[in-house]
């Protein structure tokens, strides 16, 4: 007689049955040709198996309360905060002592920037891992970041850390094998024994770093080979063509998952798949994988959720949150990088006319089992990715208005609040990226150089601005560190020989505690007031039931080319949510907010009654209001 099963394995069999079809549905299509498709599934489904077996009791738990609140990630209280550990803290166990001021702060998310085991030398910023199941060894060991992820729960934070599917370090052991001869290696990475093939995809590939990475392959003369490293030298691309390459980052996702991680950050996911004559950028296999990857997170660690980052165009971004097939089984959360976008784009020109147009049409009002990760200011530079037909669409011309863009933001454009830096000029396109801190693109720097005292009023409404859209909008918004202490540009990367030739160092500064340690001071200083307008915002953002991220974002127009207007249609009523993106003076009448069905005239933001009857809301340059 068969032993019983246990409730354990009962319930394993019960999540792979719920999710079966998306995982095998989903690689079949890729690798289902294959002679070896059968002992894959099986060696898959053991992988997942012995994962679940390994999964620690309390995260179980955490599955099932996970099961009865599956919009967890959705809800407004949700409020996220984004650092380098050595940065913020100097190490993990660093970490564990800050979090009172993450907590005061309101948040309830945190993502430790790449923190696994990277190359030694420059590692594209942790980007270039070595090995997936060590943790660098500068931030702290495995156990560490299980510690403190788990102090991070006990508080109500969940933790989120960077997966890099497309690369390895050229320094991991399977590229080592790889580089030794070893055949089985060589299949998990993209080798070329000339550049015939290399030469015919190049011709229709883009380049990322174009300044001090050219090329998308590198040639290693030792092994006579070419292999395809889209980013840097370093950063060796994998072969996703090959089922087992996708079998070892299940178990690698599974094992970081089974140390308690909530949300796995899925690093530049729109290169898994090559195709000859294209860019190689969000390929439709692209989302089988990232579909079949979700399913697999969901068998056996069901609490996780997957962040993808698609750095792309407006259109081709959407579907990293599942569409047509895929809807509500990709990414649980991608980054908002249109919104971002537009804002620098609508605060340079004092228009939302291109913003408006963006949003409006580009993006449906909801998701489903999806939400935005909304942002003003990440690790990385920003690229202006608006679109020539976009631009047309408002009548302007794309390359002008990107360069413009550049010019604003990099200072040199005459009239220009903004001080950042370039980066990666493409000589050949002519498409220059920023560089920059939050406060010293909104103009705080150069006020403060300046002692304007006008200009330090602006650029503090700017910032505050911004991080009222980014907590309405939709979305979880991500707080990059030391923006809540309006923490300016930080030059001496330049004195860093590994960070020297990479302009996004300046905006990734080390933490001001001694700042922070002054704050609040009761808006005595530009970061005071901006450190306390954040916590504000967050605190309300979390206060404000309509702000679910399942609540559909319509975009509205005010007739005015300097606001940027949206409405959440939230069952529990609408909330208008308008933007003042110039320093002028304006308002809005009340008829405008009732036609939109806003009348209660209760600003939620400021938690207090706007207009009265009849009246009209006041908008104050760089207003926000948000209108029951
Ligand atoms: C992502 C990261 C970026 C890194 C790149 C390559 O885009 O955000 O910092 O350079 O991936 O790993």
Redesign the pocket.
């Known amino acids: 007689m068969p032993k019983p099963r246990s409730f354990n394995d009962r319930l394993f069999a019960l999540r792979l049955e719920r999710s079966r079809d998306d995982l095998f549905g989903m690689l079949e299509r890729l690798y289902g040709h294959r002679p070896d498709f059968v002992r894959f599934t099986e060696h898959l489904t053991d992988a997942l198996k012995q994962a679940w077996e390994a999964r620690p009791e309390r995260l179980k738990w955490r599955d099932m309360s996970r099961d009865l609140e599956s919009d967890w990630f959705q809800r407004p209280e949700m409020n996220g905060y984004v650092f380098y550990i050595d940065r913020f803290a100097g190490n993990l166990a660093g970490v564990a002592e800050k979090l009172d001021y993450l907590q005061d702060l309101g948040i309830t998310y945190v993502h430790f920037m790449p923190c696994l085991k990277p190359r030694p030398g420059d590692s594209?910023?942790g980007?270039s891992v070595m090995d997936y199941t060590e943790v660098n060894p500068r931030l702290g060991t495995m156990d560490e970041l299980e510690a403190v992820t788990k102090a991070c729960h006990e508080r109500g934070i969940s933790v989120c850390i960077d997966l890099?599917l497309?690369?390895t370090a050229k320094e991991h052991e399977w590229a080592e094998k790889a580089r030794a001869g070893d055949e089985r290696y060589r299949d998990y990475y993209l080798m070329f024994v000339d550049d015939t093939l290399p030469k015919a995809y190049e011709s229709t590939l883009i380049e990322i770093f174009p300044a001090n990475a050219p090329g998308n392959f590198s040639h290693y003369d030792d092994i006579d080979r070419w292999v395809w490293t889209t980013?840097n030298e370093h950063?060796w691309d994998l072969n996703w063509a090959n089922p087992q390459v996708f079998l070892e980052m299940v178990k690698v996702m599974l094992f970081l998952a089974n140390k308690g991680l909530d949300v796995l950050r899925l690093?530049?996911p729109a290169f898994l798949w090559k195709r000859m004559g294209t860019r190689c950028q969000s390929e439709p296999e692209v989302h089988i994988l990232l579909h079949a990857l979700r399913a697999a997170s969901r068998i056996a660690a069901p609490s996780v959720i997957h962040l993808e980052?698609a750095?792309v165009s407006p259109s081709e971004m959407l579907p990293y949150l599942g569409r047509g097939e895929h809807d509500g089984k990709e990414g649980n959360l991608a980054y908002h990088n249109s919104l971002m976008v537009q804002f620098w784009s609508a605060l340079a020109a004092r228009d939302t006319g291109l913003m408006r147009h963006v949003l409006g049409t580009h993006f449906p009002p909801a998701v489903t089992n999806a939400t935005y990760a909304t942002y003003i200011r990440c690790?990385?530079d920003i690229g202006w990715a608006v679109t020539d037909e976009d631009a047309a669409a408002v009548g302007v011309s794309g390359f002008g208005h990107r360069a413009f863009l550049s010019d604003f933001y990099e200072g040199g454009f005459a009239g220009s609040f903004a001080k950042g830096a370039l980066f990666q000029v493409n000589e050949q396109t002519g498409d220059k990226r920023i560089s920059g801190a939050t406060a010293s693109l909104a103009g705080l720097e150069k006020a403060l150089e300046d002692s304007d005292a006008v200009g330090i009023e602006h650029a503090v409404e700017r910032i505050l601005m911004g991080h009222a859209l980014i907590a309405s909008y939709g979305g979880i918004p991500l707080l990059y560190m030391g923006d809540e202490l309006a923490l300016l540009n930080d030059y001496s990367y330049s004195q860093v020989p590994e960070h020297a030739h990479d302009s996004r160092w300046m905006h990734r500064p080390m933490m001001d505690w001694a700042r922070a340690a002054r704050l609040p001071d009761g808006g005595a200083t530009p970061e005071g007031r901006v450190f306390d307008g954040i916590r504000h915002i967050l605190a309300r953002r979390a206060a404000v039931p309509g702000f679910h991220g399942a609540v559909p974002t319509e975009v509205l127009d005010t007739g005015q080319k300097g606001l940027f207007a949206f409405a959440r249609r939230a069952p529990t009523g609408t909330i208008a949510c308008v933007f003042n993106f110039t320093e002028g003076w304006t308002g809005l009448s009340a008829s405008w907010f009732a036609s939109h069905g806003a009348a209660k005239m209760h600003d939620l933001l400021s938690n207090a009654p706007v207009a009265g009857a009849g009246g009209s809301v006041v908008l104050p340059p760089y207003a926000r209001v948000w209108i029951a």
């Open positions: 594209d910023g980007y890099v497309n690369h980013f950063q690093d530049a980052e750095i690790h990385d």
